[in-house]
């Protein structure tokens, strides 16, 4: 049997980059400076405007991850259960192959293989329909959706962050642990710029005698004040 191909997998692959980056995040926080959580208390840093902004994206950011891992959850079963919709067809020059998407069938079509074509379109509109069923039992798509949902809600609060105002060095502080966490998703942690983030909030961390579990405290904060 020739080679599968390979067109579904980028579409079936969960957002295992948001959790890749996590791990990579978690790791790029590697203060040593002693604590100021005292100094919260009074509640100064508080009602600093961008710390807030930070704690909220961190709790969308956190539903994020949770759902990513759900979903992959999910993926692991439909695949197990019923696996990825696919057919097997036979080319006109005799090469057996298996596709796994309707473009790579309408690409493999061809006058004298007709018949074996229309066969494995056939296949494929069954399979796809079991994963379908499949998919609206257990929510598959539908946590896709919230997904989509979470990450929107992240960036929007992303393009807030450059228009609020740090008026504490621990709003400055989440403000970059923020851009840090959010970049090294995109892009390989040992890239520029994200070693050179790590090692300024390094730097300002130690300058300023600030634990980074003060600053994960912090930002733990909602956007909006709880009522009293």
């Known amino acids: ?55 909220n994206w961190q709790k969308i950011h956190d539903k994020t991850l949770a759902l990513c891992r759900e979903q992959q959850r999910l993926e692991t079963l439909l695949a197990r259960t019923v696996g990825f919709p696919c057919a097997k067809v036979r080319l006109a020059d005799g090469t057996d192959v298996t596709l796994h998407s309707i473009e790579s069938l309408n690409d493999a079509y061809s006058p004298e293989n007709e018949v074996e074509w229309g066969r494995a379109l056939a296949d494929f509109a069954a ?16 946590t896709d959706e919230l997904i989509r949902q979470s990450e929107t809600a992240e960036s929007a609060l992303l393009d807030d962050l450059p228009q609020t105002a740090a008026t504490s ?10 851009i840090l966490r959010d970049g090294e998703h995109w892009e390989h942690p040992g890239d520029f710029p994200w070693p050179h983030i790590r090692s300024v909030l390094d730097d300002l961390a130690a300058t300023t005698n600030i634990d980074p579990a003060t600053i994960a405290r912090s930002i733990g904060q909602p956007l909006v004040d709880s009522p009293s």
């Open 1 to 55: 049997m020739a080679d599968s191909d390979n067109s579904m997998s980028a579409f079936f692959v969960t957002r295992r980059r948001v959790l890749a980056g996590t791990t990579a995040a978690a790791a790029a926080w590697p203060f040593h400076g002693k604590t100021r959580a005292a100094e919260l208390t009074d509640g100064s840093s508080a009602a600093d405007p961008a710390l807030r902004l930070c704690g």
């Open 127 to 142: 399979h796809q329909a079991r994963w379908d069923a499949a998919d609206a039992e257990i929510g598959y798509s539908r």
């Open 169 to 178: 060095i621990e709003g400055i502080l989440a403000k970059l642990k923020v």
